[in-house]
């Protein structure tokens, strides 16, 4: 790949550099995987040219599943298919979320290790993708919500263990669940499962070894519970309380709404083949939710983006409709959405990326137009700059023009 080594330079309209600062006509310049100037520096000889209406950092989802990719029974795939057919199927997703101009994801749990191992084969090069940050298996409570495929723990000491199993399979964060959900069926998503006395266990055993815990939770006594165990994220927090947004504000940790797993099994409906418990109890959460999430927003809390792509009908290319629901159904400003999908999923993650500064790793997204009014435009980028190189163009730019000459003419000198 040519383009690896050579210079990007991208002429913006407008670029939110993910801290909440945005700049307005000027050149972002990249060399060597980082970013080398932002400004109107002039281009370097034999840059490639990419011009761009707007310009973000690479997007992070802070909460897929990249075994699965969409179907309407999501969790019997973990049972009916072969770990090698769903090892197939992660390679696949990975390089669409890249594409989607996505390029770091948090997989909060699978069958096996595969995110494990593919994160360790896009590293190396092997197969196109984001950069992973895994969990290994999600671990929960025997006959626990999605207990098919995670760690069944019960007690302290067997959830400090599953922990560490994780830890020795190559995780870099760790998954619970404190609440019941939609997808397993007998599941009451508002119930409690793994205790607070088993949370703290291993939230301590995680903290212990470097690494971040998310809770999924999604009902108000299991969300405060993994709060007062010390947990970094909550998933869904639907049914978030005012003592809830309290305890999550003091103990500074985030909330990851992955509002686009709700709306698309509502959206599909009754018909379109998911188990009927599944799209009722979505559609129960669905009711309440916007509003207890707005309140927390309003009592202080932060808002991490993650859509939990691979659930039924929420593709792992279609994370830009997680920032379009976190716009109309969050009131969140287009920076806010940009912060809440780079720099503060980056240090959910505790990645090295989310923000466009010179000397940062140059993660980059073009988009067609710039997002304030409504986050469409980041259905469809032009570009995609991972690491420094440009891993994806739109095939449409090149006729409609907002690539510059001096990119073909590059392009054509560097295939000789
Ligand atoms: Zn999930």
Redesign the pocket.
Known sequence: MTAKATPLAIRFGTLYAGDGTIHRNGVLAIEDGRIASLGDAPVADGAIVIDAPCVVPGLINA???LEVSGEAETMSLYVLTTPVQRAFACADNARKTLEAGVTAVRD??GSERLAIDLRDAIAAGRIVGPEIVAAGRLITMTGGHGYFFGREADGPDDVRKAVREQRKAGARCIKFMATGGVLTKGAVPGTSQLTETELRAGIDEAHRHGMKAAA?AIGADGIKNALRAGIDSI?HGHLIDGEGVALLVERGASIVP?LA?LDRIVDAGPDAGMPAFVVEKARRIADVAAENLRAARAGGARFVAGS?A??PFNRHADFAHELELMQRWLGMSASEVVTAATRDAALLLDIDRGLIEPGAVADVVALPRDPDSDARPFRDPLAVVKDGALVYMRTTALTTAPVSESWIASEMRSNG
């Open positions: 909460h897929v599943h909060l749990g999924h998933e992955t797993a939990d691979g659930t």
